[in-house]
């Protein structure tokens, strides 16, 4: 069964340095997100990404977060310079359809961010 | 953000008994209704939707049940396997328009016993 890859499994930085994740997504899938949980709490939205372009982002996805689809193959979150507040397991989805209520999202096992 | 909230955090049920998961959710845009399932170390799987143009909705052991005026909506797991243990997670969004944003609930927990 196809499935989104992410890497690195973890990742631990030191506050203030620049962190690059990177997910595959399903080959034939169009729309793309990274979600977020930090510990004990809810998964949480961060941003949508269609046609090489973000489709929606929530209030947490600030400056310090950009996404790229930089060849056509890999989707990557970079999160400029990292506060303590940024540890969480990140996690990339991927869908076929993207604005429509039967929208599947296929999540990755996720990338936890450790920052020091 | 509490749009969406299982209250449970936790449920312990013996194997071949029902499971029921609860959820609520106070925006009434929410139009759509998914259930998705973790296992440790895994993302979370999709495991069953429904529209609210719909009050219930199943597939095989699986069945979640809507009910609009009271924001409410379950998943029933009958019977419940061993391999049903995970954390279970809610999730709403708007249809046509949130371009794959769900709302999670915190999850709950279930604990299936042999």
Redesign the interface.
């Known amino acids: 069964e196809p499935e989104v890859t992410q890497t690195p499994s973890h990742q631990v930085t030191q506050m203030g340095q620049e962190v690059i994740l990177r997910c595959v997504p399903i080959s034939n899938h169009l729309y793309f997100y990274w979600y977020r949980q930090i510990l004990g709490q809810k998964v949480e939205f961060l941003v949508s990404f269609y046609n090489n372009e973000i489709s929606e982002k929530s209030e947490i996805f600030d400056d310090q977060f950009s996404v790229e689809r930089p060849d056509g193959s890999n989707f990557t979150l970079k999160i400029r310079s990292t506060k303590l507040e940024d540890s969480a397991m990140y996690f990339c989805a991927s869908s076929v359809n993207g604005v429509s209520g039967a929208n599947v999202l296929t999540f990755g096992a996720g990338s936890r961010l450790t920052v020091l | ?1 509490q749009q969406v909230k299982q209250n449970s955090p936790s449920l312990s049920v013996q194997e071949g008994r029902i499971s029921i998961l609860n959820c609520d959710y106070t925006n009434s845009m929410f ?2 209704f ?1 259930w ?1 399932k973790k296992y440790p ?6 495991l069953i ?1 429904i ?1 609210s143009i719909k009050d219930k909705n199943e597939d095989g052991r699986f069945t979640v049940f809507l009910n609009k005026s009271a924001k409410h909506l379950s998943l029933h797991i009958v019977p419940s396997q061993p391999g049903d243990s995970a954390v279970y ?1 809610c999730a709403a ?15 709950t927990i279930l604990t299936v016993h042999p």
């Open positions: 953000d139009d759509y998914l998705y170390a895994e993302g979370p799987t999709f939707s529209s997670f969004t708007v249809g046509g328009t949130s371009y794959g944003k769900l709302t999670f609930g915190q999850g």
